[in-house]
């Protein structure tokens, strides 16, 4: 059974950067897209970035306020996803998860994953 660990999170104050990693166990990362989710206090879970497999050219998108600010990778050596979040800002403040489809290709949809981890919490604030 595919496990995901999510690890990286913590206080930053706005303007700040925070690198989260995703680590597999029990399986591997290989042939799914990986998807970064968050959870802020009293709002819906929402797709943040996400990363296709190799096979779908590993090709990354983004939600519209985590463009030019997130990065999202993969080490498939090291069977994990990170997400390097740059110029970090108030609203950014939430609970991150990490989730691996058992397809390649990405969706926003969260029901499409079949994996999740944790979490990790990332708190921006003054």
């Known amino acids: 059974q595919l496990q995901l660990v999510e690890s990286g999170g913590g206080l930053v104050q706005p303007g700040g950067s925070l690198r989260l990693s995703c680590t597999a166990s029990?399986?591997?990362?290989?042939?799914?897209?990986v998807a970064w989710f968050r959870q802020a206090p009293e709002k819906e879970l929402e797709g943040v970035s996400c990363?296709?497999?190799?096979?779908?050219?590993?090709?990354?998108f983004h939600l519209d306020s985590a463009k030019g600010r997130f990065i999202i990778s993969r080490d498939n050596a090291k069977n994990a996803v990170f997400l390097q979040m740059n110029n970090l800002e108030l609203e950014d403040t939430a609970v991150y998860y990490c989730?691996?489809?058992?397809?390649?290709?990405?969706?926003?949809?969260?029901?499409?994953?079949?994996?999740w981890g944790q979490g990790t919490q990332v708190n921006v604030s003054s």
């Open positions: 990363i296709n497999s190799p096979g779908y050219d590993a090709t990354t």
């Open positions: 989730a691996a489809g058992s397809w390649g290709k990405c969706s926003w949809a969260s029901g499409e994953y079949d994996h």
């Open positions: 029990g399986g591997t990362l290989d042939n799914s897209a």
